[in-house]
């Protein structure tokens, strides 16, 4: 009972009123972030991970971590009472949220939505603190051909599992890992795809990519859909809370179900989003009443929420475990890690254990927080809904601008935000997913170093990455994950079926995944 | 949608050259110290090549089976997006001058008033108050300092 004992320590961490207030700011911020369709939850981090660059890096974590979650509550809003997804992983939400919101039972469907976030999050969160423990002691036994073959693992799996495209992701993917080589090599210690240039001498920082991908181009394709914010009533009340939170237990299985698949996209870096549409797709199929789905059933709101938080929390396993992100939030927060100083990887557990646990702790307790201020104050988050978009879009304009400058103090990387903007906007329109390329453009340089370490041990042998049991089964696996589409594509040629619907992913842009 | 497709898979793969010819000169053999510097590089422009490869086919399939993609815009939607993108960009270029809070408060008023029609009481007290609370925020509370143009330097200011 290891675990428990360092919990209660990261608890003595978390809970000075400083920490607290953190908490508190941070889930009041993302729950904004996560209403406002515009403004996704990877991009508000990113956009205040420079206001963290005082701070102690425990407060740090917890404010990033806690706008996460607030972000992960506050997407619902904005689906179930206007039918337009605040955040990607609501999507799904708005199938039964809506319908239910137009029925008179929006206050039903909220509450509904926020306790099975609050479930996942639990479930998600006794995972978290039980299991990695023992994954980062396994993980101290990876060398650098073994760290090699996880992040192999990761981009195999984007190809292979998540994408529409492979051929698509895969450009993604090596976009971001060219990007992250411009500049220094950190090996040799030489300049590369600088062309001349200082500007590029630094390379591109990932805090820029982000809110230009994410933050500007995701404004262009709001403008373009030309965004109506037609509400119903939330028609929140004590009695309709009291009276659902008792109606809960009777969908345990939905719940469990979804929290488990949910760990699990959460973990093997797919995301809250698929999560959340699997989740759903296996509700509809084992329910007793799947023609009641999309026409405003409690467990079409309960099945994806619950995928979807669960997901969230458990992306950041393998990020304070194995220094892997498992979302494009979790990259950033493992950026912010590298701006304080700490290192991230199989060490930062034996290192910096008081910041590992108070993270931990944090999350139990943010979630919990989350849950009753979310409740509590959803009258205010939909007022913010009612600000006109020629007042909120330029508003987001200039946070980007700001936060995008204050990175490294300089104006050509506003520039670039617009740039990656356009990037994004042109990538999210023809399919390209934008989440691996962020991904890739974190774990740039440490790919590059794991590979070139491991060659150098083994003087440029390409065995070492089969040598030992770990990395032989990770690799193998990897190579799977590469090969999937072109083994489900013989097999489709060999066998023709008929198409089944399915409840689905397809609808969703693949770069929302 | 499909011009934009093979434009899109054009420009991927005029990168990817421009990587594997630019790799090629940092050296891509076995050097003193391990792998060259342009080994890895290498290997992803060839990848990044391979993939436009593959979504070029991928584009001339749907082409020849006639599916009609929808359109890359809806028509006239180019207007929306550049009436948001071009006062953004004026914004960031007076911003070099003129400092940040400056250019944020005409961007805010402009669009404001151009797009949202908003009453002038409005347009003036919100111009004037969000770039205002980005300075306090920013600069006052968390010490970030924000660019401030370089014109008043030049006016002695």
Not at chain 1, 56 to 74: D, E, K, Q, R, V
Not at chain 1, 259 to 276: F, H, L, Q, R, Y
Not at chain 1, 284 to 302: D, I, L, N
Not at chain 2, 20 to 48: H, K, M
């Amino acid at each position: 009972m290891e675990a428990i004992q360092s919990l209660l320590a990261g608890f003595e961490i978390f809970l000075t009123p400083h920490n607290l207030l953190m908490a508190v700011a941070g889930i009041l911020l993302g729950a904004v972030v996560g209403v406002l369709p515009g403004l996704g939850v990877a991009n508000g981090v990113a956009i205040l991970i420079p206001l963290t660059f005082g701070m102690s890096p425990n407060s740090a974590i917890i404010l990033l971590a806690a706008i996460y979650w607030g972000g992960l509550f506050g997407g619902v809003i904005t689906s179930i009472l206007f039918n337009i997804p605040g955040e990607p992983w609501s999507v799904a939400t708005t199938f039964d949220g809506y319908p239910m919101a137009k029925k008179g039972q929006a206050g039903k469907a909220l509450t509904a939505a926020f306790c099975s976030h609050f479930v996942g999050a639990v479930f998600a969160t006794v995972m978290l603190t039980f299991f990695a423990p023992i994954v980062a002691e396994f993980s101290l036994l990876f060398g650098p051909p073994e760290m090699f073959a996880v992040m192999m693992l990761t981009f195999s799996a984007m190809v292979g599992l998540v994408g529409k495209s492979p051929a698509k992701t895969a450009a993604s993917i090596l976009l971001g890992l060219i990007m992250a080589a411009v500049g220094l090599d950190i090996v040799t210690g030489g300049l590369r795809f600088t062309f001349g240039t200082t500007e590029l001498m630094g390379g591109f920082s990932f805090l820029v990519v982000v809110i230009g991908l994410f933050g500007i181009g995701e404004i262009f394709l709001t403008v373009e859909e030309g965004l109506k914010m037609d509400g119903v009533a939330s028609g929140m009340s004590v009695r309709t809370v009291l009276e659902t939170l008792r109606e809960m237990p009777r969908y345990w299985r939905t719940l469990i179900r979804g929290a488990v698949i949910g760990c699990w996209m959460g973990i093997k870096p797919g995301g809250a989003t698929p999560a959340s549409f699997m989740s759903y797709g296996f509700a509809k199929q084992f329910s007793k009443h799947p023609e009641a789905f999309g026409t405003g059933t409690v467990e079409g709101v309960v099945a994806p929420e619950v995928a979807a938080h669960a997901a969230g929390v458990s992306a950041m396993l393998p990020m304070i475990t194995l220094g892997i992100p498992g979302s494009p939030t979790a990259a950033v927060m493992l950026g912010g890690l590298m701006i304080w100083g700490l290192q991230p990887g199989p060490m930062l557990f034996k290192e910096h254990a008081d910041f590992v646990w108070g993270l931990i702790a944090s999350i139990w307790a943010s979630n919990a927080l989350g849950v009753l201020i979310v409740l509590a104050l959803v009258p205010l988050f939909v007022a913010i809904l009612r600000i006109p978009f020629s007042i909120l879009m330029p508003s987001i304009v200039f946070l980007c601008a700001i936060g995008a400058y204050a990175v490294n103090n300089r104006i050509v990387d506003i520039w670039y935000v617009i740039v990656f903007g356009v990037v994004g906007y042109v990538f999210k329109k023809l399919d390209y997913p934008l989440a691996p390329l962020v991904l890739a453009l974190v774990l740039g340089d440490l790919a590059e170093t794991a590979m070139r370490q491991s060659l150098i041990m083994s003087q440029g042998s390409l065995a070492i990455f089969f040598a030992s049991p770990i990395a032989a089964a990770v690799n193998g696996l990897a190579i799977l994950f590469f090969l999937w589409p072109g083994v489900k594509a013989v097999r489709a040629r060999l066998r023709p079926q008929p198409a089944t619907p399915k409840a689905t992913l397809q609808d969703v842009p693949a770069a929302d995944r | 949608m499909r011009t934009a497709e093979i434009l899109c898979a054009t420009l991927i793969l005029a990168v990817g050259m421009l990587v594997c010819y630019e790799s090629a000169q940092y050296g891509v053999g076995w050097g003193d110290g391990g792998p060259e510097a342009g080994s890895y590089p290498l290997l992803l422009g060839i990848g990044l090549v391979a993939s436009a490869a593959a979504i070029f086919s991928q584009t001339l399939r749907w082409w020849r089976r006639g599916q009609a993609p929808p359109p890359f815009l809806k028509p006239g939607a180019w207007k929306k997006v550049a009436s948001v993108a071009v006062p953004a960009g004026v914004m960031i270029f007076l911003t070099q001058f003129i400092g940040i809070y400056l250019a944020a408060g005409l961007y805010f008023a402009v669009y404001m008033r151009w797009i949202g029609k908003h009453r002038w009481v409005t347009i003036a007290a919100l111009s004037v108050f969000i770039p205002l609370a980005g300075y306090v925020v920013f600069w006052r509370w968390f010490l970030i300092p924000l660019p401030e143009g370089s014109v008043w330097a030049q006016l002695g200011l």
